[in-house]
């Protein structure tokens, strides 16, 4: 079981299936990233880099398709290519939108579903709050209101999660406690294609994304088109 990222977004206003974000990717419809930690050590090194361009353009996708108070998790293939044979790896993206702020997280498939929201979402444990969203305005406050650009530099509580909530029964203690989290409907998609708009494609969005580099652009549309090497 893996945590590989976990990040803060803030959707562009009309996120959420409105018809402003029905046309793709374009830059007035982005997310903004603002607080990002990620983990690709068990990448191979020459895949690294662009497995970080895949979580950061998929994040974006799916906060700015997640409607306020809802929670969704999607699969979804994060690159992990050598020259001769594209390959994939096989996540759960799970995001959580609180009053415009989002939450993600990429875990493996074994992960399961309800630690994953624990983290993201607000789970009193004692006396204190523990959740990504949580301790975000905690440490920001609504500064997040008026962001336009992504954050650059590193927040320690994502690093820190990120070690620490490896292990899912440090997020089953939370989970425990927050029995109400059994009974909240969670949109379960199965591919990440299934979380667009009518009319968006996701080749489409590769092609226009800032995230992607040439080199990351050529290995999605490789994936897209196969995932079976012969």
Known sequence: MKITALLVLKPSSGAGGS??????????????????????????????????????????????????????????????ASAVCPISVEYKVHSYNRNGLVAVAFMDDHYPVRSAFSLLNKVPILFLHISVLDEYQKAFGDSWKSASADATQPWPFLTDALTKFQDPAEADKLMKIQRDLDETKIILHKTIESVLERGERLDSLVEKSSDLSAASQVIASLIFLTNVCF
């Open 19 to 80: 018809s402003s974000t029905s046309s793709g990717g374009g830059s007035g419809s982005e997310a903004v990233v603002l607080a990002n930690g990620t983990d690709v050590s068990h990448f191979g090194y020459f895949q690294r880099n662009a497995a970080r361009e895949f979580i950061v353009f998929v994040a974006r996708t799916v906060a700015q398709r997640t409607p306020p108070g809802q929670r969704q998790s999607v699969q979804h293939e994060v690159p992990h």
